[in-house]
């Protein structure tokens, strides 16, 4: 007996072709709504930590200097903090885009410190007015900013095949 019908199914397991990155750079308006949005979240967080300094103490925010570290602190937190968690900022996630690596990776802590210091030279949003839109912040750390687009994935690809639609690959999943 060839075939025993009571037998557990298998299911034949074979990487499937390596992909290449389909992930389209985000465009010019997008890379602009990322800059609004997020411009307004970082100010609002601002007005957010400021108001509690007035709170616990209104002579804080006489001294300018503090101002401005705050305000810098707000803004490194704010950045470094959202990509190096999710990949994105709010303007990111609501404009469908993320930062990679070149290679398309999860960029790593370094990169974003350095995405998020290099945000504060003069001038630098119009970098990303560039063909490609590729701002200086984006070269100096090593990274892109790139469209979310249905085909990618967060793990290897697999294709699975029925051992019976496919003679048997590598490894073969089952219960014998």
Known sequence: MDHNPYDAPTVDVADAPAATDQRELAGKGRRFLNLIIDSFCYYF???LVSFAMAIANPSLLENSLLG???SLGTMLCYYVGFEVLF???IGKLLTGTRVVTLSG?????GQVVIRSLSRMVPFEPFSCLSDPP???HDQWSGTRVVRNTPGNS???AYALHSS???PPATGTL???
């Open 105 to 109: 990776a999860r960029p790593r802590f």
């Open 174 to 176: 089952g219960l014998r």
């Open 68 to 70: 401005a570290l705050v």
């Open 87 to 89: 990949g994105r900022t």
């Open 154 to 156: 967060l793990g290897p």
């Open 45 to 47: 967080a601002v007005l």
């Open 164 to 166: 019976d639609d496919a």
């Open 134 to 136: 590729v701002g200086w």
